[in-house]
């Protein structure tokens, strides 16, 4: 027997039949396995997505119309993915070879563990993913693995959509000075760098991966500080707390709970996740594994991180925590406390005195150019390679060619020239760029959120007790943990808008489900 819904088909095993038919339970209803075939243009393949629905098995004059019901739905669904539909238009006369010839052509599809907007996790990512998680807590359990390697695909997925939504990419040399940069600041070497994105990838691969994760990174970075407002009076508080504190500050190695709350709890919820922050927190205190509570405990974004935060100088950390912080002791477990995403329980493993690092601040110009409908990137890009061209052949100077071409008109009329400044006052593709420079180089081309830039490093100022620099330093600590606060709600929001519709059947059957506005 086989049922046909005009882009999707499936033979209903005979055996099956005949156990619907001999059982009152079952006799009035009738499956239908429903499998679309999707092609994925950034991956340039085909895969299948398959679901099951029941329709009723007596009467066939009733099953069109439900057919086209359950066809609606897909179609909205295609919709939403923004795929092509590979359309499978079968009368009902349909031979069983054809039916063969669809099973082996799924044989050779990776199959979808699931959607996320207008892209899909594969199984064979899952499955990576799984096995890392597992590699690095071998307590937790193969669920709770697996389903914090989704959260985290998940997670990944919505901010390369949206970073390429916005042109963001980056060219080899880019890539290049990014691993230097990395590099430095880890004390290891490129190479190492690459070999940490995956010991199984290409090179290639790797360094495809390296991109991802500063795109996603730096796009982060630039869509939560924008909502960050910091106000004159707050830096001038600190700035004067900071010079009577000295040259030292506390760093704490703390481990996270956190148990989610939604935007306006109600009573009965609030109560719930106190209740489990009480029993989290009862959990640590005996020893329990990090990991595993965070599995148990959190869910959306917040469990798809291990809960380890690593250590974290005083001045970013979220100021609710600092002054249980400060009376706490290794070993200690303090909390629970309430934010807007929730409640949080933090271990500390350890704290430490570390000089404070001195503030850089550096002396940038830049000449930006913007697109359009009518300017593409190409252009942009091209317009700046002629104009560094003719800076670095002296054709023209860097402050001329700033008056004349660039289109921030804050900075234009003054040569490009932005002043002094540290890196977390720009965008963050913008200060990548300008940090790998040294005084008198003009970097490549590069696009940030704002458009396309040049840079031309004029000076790097190291400043650690005038009362600029002290400034300099509480706008960077209050900028941070502004971020920080700031971040946990931005992904929130990011999840809540999403379309997430979860296939992968291991997590199906044990009752995970993650799935967001996808019904």
Not at 115 to 138: G, P, T
Not at 450 to 459: A, C, E, R, V
Request: proline share 4%; aromatic share 6%.
């Amino acid at each position: 027997m086989l049922l046909v819904c005009g882009f999707c088909i499936r033979k209903v095993p005979e055996d099956e039949i005949k156990s619907i038919q001999t059982d009152p339970e079952r006799s009035h209803r009738l499956p239908v396995y429903f499998e679309e075939f999707l092609w994925h243009a950034g991956r340039r393949q085909y895969f299948a997505i398959k679901h099951q629905y029941s329709l009723p098995a007596g009467g066939r004059s009733n099953q069109p119309e439900q057919l086209g019901n359950e066809k609606e739905r897909f179609m909205t669904m295609r919709k939403k993915l923004g795929t092509l539909t590979l359309a499978v238009l079968l009368g009902c006369g349909l031979q069983t070879s054809l039916l063969c010839e669809s099973a082996s052509a799924e044989q050779i599809l990776n199959s979808t563990a699931a959607v996320v907007n207008n892209d899909i996790i594969l199984e064979s990512e899952l499955n990576s993913f799984e096995k890392r998680i597992l590699a690095q807590h071998r307590g937790l359990d193969q669920v709770s693995a697996r389903k914090m390697a989704l959260e985290q695909l998940i997670t990944r997925s919505l901010l390369l959509q949206q970073a390429r939504e916005q042109g963001a990419d980056m060219t080899d040399s880019q890539i290049d000075s990014a691993l230097a940069q990395a590099a430095a600041r880890n004390n290891t070497t490129p190479d190492k760098i690459l070999a940490s994105m995956g010991s199984n990838l290409s090179v290639q691969e790797q360094r495809d991966e390296f991109k991802n994760q500063v795109l996603m990174n730096e796009f982060r970075q630039s869509r939560v500080r924008s909502r960050i407002k910091i106000t004159d009076a707050e830096v001038d508080n600190l700035a004067n707390n900071l010079k009577t504190n000295g040259t030292v500050e506390p760093r704490y190695h703390i481990g996270q709970v956190l148990i989610p709350l939604s935007s306006n709890p109600t009573g009965g919820e609030y109560e719930r996740a106190q209740a489990n922050a009480r029993q989290a927190k009862a959990a640590l205190q005996k020893g329990a594994d990090l990991t595993s509570i965070v599995a148990q405990y959190s869910s959306g974004a917040a469990s798809s991180q291990s809960g380890d935060l690593g250590y974290l100088p005083e001045s970013q950390v979220p100021l609710p925590f600092v002054p249980a912080l400060v009376k706490s002791k290794p070993g200690d477990v303090v909390g629970p406390f309430r934010s807007p995403l929730g409640m949080h329980v933090l271990k500390v493993y350890d704290i430490t005195h570390d000089a404070i690092t001195p503030i850089k601040t550096y002396d940038a110009a830049h000449i930006l150019v913007k697109t359009s409908i009518v300017f593409s990137d190409d252009a942009a890009r091209a317009k700046l390679e002629n104009l560094r061209a003719s800076i670095l052949a002296g054709e023209i100077s860097f402050g001329k060619a700033a008056r004349q071409n660039s289109e921030d008109p804050g900075s234009a009329v003054s040569d490009g020239d932005l002043g002094y400044a540290t890196p977390d006052r720009y965008d963050p593709a913008f200060a990548r760029e300008m940090v790998a420079l040294k005084p008198g180089q003009i970097s490549e081309p590069f696009k940030s959120s704002f458009g396309w830039h040049i840079i031309y490093l004029k000076d790097i100022k190291i400043d650690q007790n005038s009362d600029e620099a002290y400034k300099d330093r509480a706008r960077a600590i209050i900028a941070q943990r502004k971020y920080q606060e700031e971040l946990g709600m931005w992904e929130k929001e990011l999840r809540d808008s999403a379309y997430i519709h979860i296939i992968d059947p291991i997590l199906l059957e044990n009752g995970v489900n993650l799935e967001q506005n996808a019904r």
